[in-house]
């Protein structure tokens, strides 16, 4: 791996994975559990759920509880009231709505965010949104999603709401042709990260280049047909759908996930933006040598541990890939909660072809198959992690992939380090003192 | 509809998970879309459960909504009972599954299993966790009890001469506060009073032991929130009386130690039992003289709030300027006790009224919940916390019951423990506006977190550093990426990339350094 002409991805015949699709059960958050990091990342942006105690309570416990004093998010609670037709559910929301932006005048963006109980009920939060914009204006925008349960998981919270400030981008017209970024590369990303990217961005020579979701709402991005994207997360379906209906081509990598993942993302844009290879060498080789002598220690600890993934966050085949092809852990079953074959086809290119994929989840079923495998780690969420745990598996909480910057050639390292822990721990609490 | 920031209690359907999670031989089905499987970390995070709660959620779609979710409900429930094989299915349905009205109920009815079924109907748009537990355990007593109901007008027939009294300790879940540890120093208590414990119930109970609630003498309603509803409802259909009085404090465990052996129709030298307590003596003594008056805030569920403002007012010598809660099912009892104090009682759940309050009383104490220690945290008084909802803190590794004279202690220790000592106060008024001891400093034995963001900003914007004979500048943009770093490692990677930078010789340290400085430590 020290240069740019390494095989391009794709060139061997794609394999064709067959997953085990499996229905029941899901231990998966829901896409509300997003707002966590979406109102840290949009800093000047509101989340309302439109929902039901449940939702409020499952923000504030996936949350960890209180973490923030006054939380840029919050739950209007639908009441018996209001679906027994007593209260009109619209003019409730109104009234929420107004006392909310009281309270918070420096607010300049609101996302009403639909949840199961508002979808059943048909409630229409899109006219709402519209409504209530028209009322704020200029002051707020107000936008809608939904991160409800029964269309949404995990990350796909993150998904329907780029896509809604997507659709919400001004439209290129001739005025303002010119503003139009050449690459856009789509996805939360934490704030350290998207620094570092920027600054290889800059190094590679690009000039137009903007991350999305912006970190202030007001900031202006102009997206067209001159426009090149380029994906930072595996879950953004509806954002790449709309990005291409306003005329963006997406830039076909893997996720920026290990230092191979990262050199093959920025390689991608770096042809697709046509920059020099000897550019790009010059930049990217001392990042990629200084990251790879910086993930010695831990493949000592992961070289040869088997691992087994239960669906969470979809970033579970660029991790899976990552830890099999940089740190040699060896891959049992890899969950997702779904496939999108064609976002992830460079990382199923990477994927060890001996690999099981699962699709959906039924988590009985799949903690049979852990147990049965009795693999060294199990990647799962919360709910499952302590009783793996007591049941002798090591583990590894897959929320704080989503919750840590782990993409990048400078976190590399801290991303084998997140897998490496557990194993290290287990063995200084297993060790037996010497005599 | 109401604008909720923070919620004190979950759905009702998440109280019926504290009662099924707290059993053995119990299953839950319940009809939920994905998502609500949530609550399952309440369990395994917060109280570090071992086991998973012993519920499965249909999980069901949008794309199933047009179809057959009713379908989808029976093969979860049949499913769930072959494969956990419990004495009692409780079936149910979250918020959302309670709007598509499938009637879990009847279809866990239709499917023959040979265990009783316990459907729940518990209304998530109108009631709330506590409610839920408590209707929960009231339809499980009362379908596993049903045969045992005596006749109308039939009195309970008189406990055997030869029989030792014996009683059922009432209301303790999953994810209480401290309820495991009260119920160990209550039944202890109980034991050396010579009462046995016929069923704690519903923590470590199964089916069967439900069904035999009804031989005890009377009943210990040991958390009301939870077992009011069953109480009353075994008194009228067993004869069993129920304890009124909450074992929370010296005085507490006092009066309770009167009212159960009256209950038990035995006799008890109170005061025998109760001289050796420590919480007692250490508030009598000399040091404790400056808490005389400390003005206290006490928030909670009921239970908890009415019995830590009688601790606070009679047991510590505090002075209690506010007291609510936001179980509004007790609501009443909470007014006659904050009446007592010369006080109007807040009921409330919404967080922001209970913050305007405190912040309106600033008291210099505050016993709460998570929330109010939150409150706290902001406004920089010191707190305890008292009640549910509860955090991992809330479940010490060490044993800590609130409950019986230990639990007094434990009460007395943690809100002390938050507070100033006595002479150590005494010489911040002395010294007033000295740089360590100052009005905004946190008590010294709780260490380093007084102040911290001032001498960490101090520390982070440091200038120049001088080094031996070298001097050592940090680039503006290497600075300003290290200000990104969290702020609890943030003065470790300043030291490490230092050194580094010393080693190597260099005279600046730009944003390279720092990240080549990273690479090098972490290799």
Known sequence: MNSVSQEVVLDSQPINFQPLKERGQREVFCGLTGIIWLHRKIQDAFFLVVGSRTCAHLIQSAAGVMIFAEPRFATAIIDDRDLAGLADANDELDKVVKQLLDRRPDIKLLFLVGSCPSEVIKLDLSRAAQRLGKTFAPKV?????????????????????????????????????????????????????????????????????????????????????????????????????FLENLGAQRIAAPFPLGVEGTEKWFLAAAQELGVPADTFEKVIAPQRDRANKSLEPHREILQGKSIFFFPDSQLEIPLARYLNRELGMNLMEVGVPYLHRQHMAEELAMLDPKTQLAEGQNVENQLDRCREQQPDMVVCGLGLANPLEAEGFTTKWSIELVFTPIQGFNQAADLAELFARPLTRKNKLMMVEAA | MKLTLWTYEGPPHVGAMRIATAMEK????????????????????????????????????????????????????????????????????????????????GLAAALDLPVPILP??????????????????????????????????????????????????????????????????????????????????????NPADIARLHEADFNVNLYPETANTAATWMTRSFGQPSTKAIPIGFKGTQAFITEVCQLAGIECDVQKFSQSSKARWYALSVDSTYLTNKRVFIFGDATHAIAAAKVAAHEMGFKVVGLGTYSRELAREVREAAAELGLEAMITDDYLEVEAKITELQPELILGTQMERHIAKRLQIPCAVISSPVHVQDFPARYSPQMGFEGACVLFDSWVHPLMMGLEEHLIGMFRGDFEFHEGAMPSHLGHSSAPMKSEAEQITAPNLNLGNQTLAWETDAEKELNKIPFFVRGKARRNTEKYAVEQGLLSITLETLYDAKAHFKS
Not at chain 1, 188 to 198: R, T
Not at chain 2, 27 to 44: E, I, K, S, W
Not at chain 2, 153 to 176: E, V, W
């Open chain 1, 141 to 241: 925008r107000i936008l809608n999603y939904s991160g409800s349960g029964i269309e949404t998981t995990f990350t796909q919270g993150e998904d329907a709401c780029l896509a809604a400030l997507v659709q919400d981008l001004p439209k290129s017209t001739e005025s303002n042709q010119g503003d139009e970024v050449d690459l856009l590369v789509v996805g939360c990303l934490a704030d350290v990260v998207e620094d570092q990217f920027s600054r290889i961005f800059k190094d590679l020579g690009l000039k137009s280049f903007a991350f999305f979701p912006p970190r202030e709402s007001t900031q202006k991005i102009v997206v067209g047909p001159k426009t090149k994207y380029l994906l930072a997360q595996p879950f953004l379906t509806d954002t790449a759908r």
């Open chain 2, 26 to 105: 119990v299953h839950y089905v319940l009809h939920a879309p994905q998502g609500d499987t949530y609550a399952d970390l309440l369990f395994t995070m917060i109280e570090r459960m071992k086991k998973r709660p012993p519920v499965t959620y249909t999980t069901f779609q949008a794309r199933d909504l047009g179809s057959d979710t009713a379908e989808l409900f029976k093969d979860a429930a049949r499913t769930a009972y072959a494969r956990f094989q419990p004495d009692l299915l409780m079936v149910g349905a979250s918020c959302t599954a309670e709007l598509i009205q499938d009637d879990p109920g």
């Open chain 2, 120 to 205: 729940l109907e518990l209304p998530a748009y109108q009631k709330k966790e506590n409610w839920g537990a408590a209707e929960t355990f009231y339809q499980m007593v009362r379908l596993l009890g049903q045969d045992f109901v005596l006749p109308p007008g039939q009195q309970r027939p008189a406990r055997a001469a030869d029989a030792k009294p014996s009683c059922n300790i009432l209301g303790p879940t999953a994810l209480g506060f401290r309820h495991r540890d009260d119920v160990e120093e209550i039944s202890r208590l109980l034991r050396e009073l010579g009462i046995e414990v016929n069923v704690v119930a519903p923590l470590g109970a």
